[in-house]
Nanobody, 121 residues
Framework: QVQLVESGGGLVQAGGSLRLSCAAS????????MQWFRQAPGKEREFVAA????????YYADSVKGRFTISRDNAKNTSYLQMNSLEPDDTAVYYCGAAGRVWSVGPPDYWGQGTQVTVTS
């Protein structure tokens, strides 16, 4: 089992920035590809970003490319999502995911509980 706890969400004005963190425990963090998803009210959960075991490979949804950056610190068992130039359409609950593979952009094996991000215009 892997436990994931997100933090860093909040209320921000359009154009602002937030950094989300996902702290993992339970198993060897470096054995998991990490992902971020989000779910806006009335919409399905959607993929945001993914990073491989070592951090060498990343991938982003077109809607966040160039604005969001995913990273990880295997020594701290933590994944991050730096979000810049935030827009009201980025408002959602953001979920961290962990997949027991080198690389994954699909549904993860484990989910965090989510953290709310609200962007005001």
């Amino acid at each position: 089992q892997v436990q994931l706890v997100e933090s860093g969400g909040g209320l921000v004005q359009a154009g602002g920035s937030l950094r989300l963190s996902c702290a993992a425990s339970g198993r060897t963090f470096s054995n998991f590809a990490m992902q971020w998803f989000r779910q806006a009210p009335g919409k399905e959960r959607e993929f945001v970003a993914a990073i491989s075991w070592t951090g060498a490979r990343t991938y982003y949804a077109d809607s966040v490319k160039g604005r969001f950056t995913i990273s990880r610190d295997n020594a701290k068992n933590t994944s991050y999502l730096q979000m810049n130039s935030l827009e009201p359409d980025d408002t959602a609950v953001y979920y961290c995911g962990a997949a027991g593979r080198v690389w994954s952009v699909g549904p993860p094996d484990y989910w965090g509980q989510g953290t709310q991000v609200t962007v005001t215009s």
